[in-house]
């Protein structure tokens, strides 16, 4: 495999990271978004012909980025303005018993 080839794999599988998580955002899901994407050891930097997508797969991770947080924020609010459940646990020393 060239060097261009495995440059083309490693933004092949980092767009296929973003669509994951652009389709949670999108269908709103309780699915977990992926983990972030380590990219691999490559030798060298991104070869010419594929800086352009390079840069657009950076672009649109910052934009999933940006909606994610603002979906956290979101999230945050909700339950922050949400009455809270009173607490019930007992006080002083927990005693059991038991039946023989």
Known sequence: ???SESWVAA???FEARLELCEAVLELGTDASVP????PPALAGPVP?????????LL??????DRR???ERDRIRAD??????RPD?????KARFETLA
Do not use: C, S, V, Y
């Open 68 to 70: 994610l947080t603002a």
């Open 35 to 38: 983990a972030g994407f380590e």
């Open 79 to 84: 339950l922050a303005g949400r009455p809270r």
């Open 48 to 56: 010419e012909p594929q800086r352009g997508r390079a840069h657009a």
């Open 88 to 92: 019930t646990t007992p006080r002083g």
């Open 1 to 3: 495999m060239t060097a």
């Open 59 to 64: 672009d649109r991770a910052a934009e999933i």
């Open 11 to 13: 933004l092949d599988e």
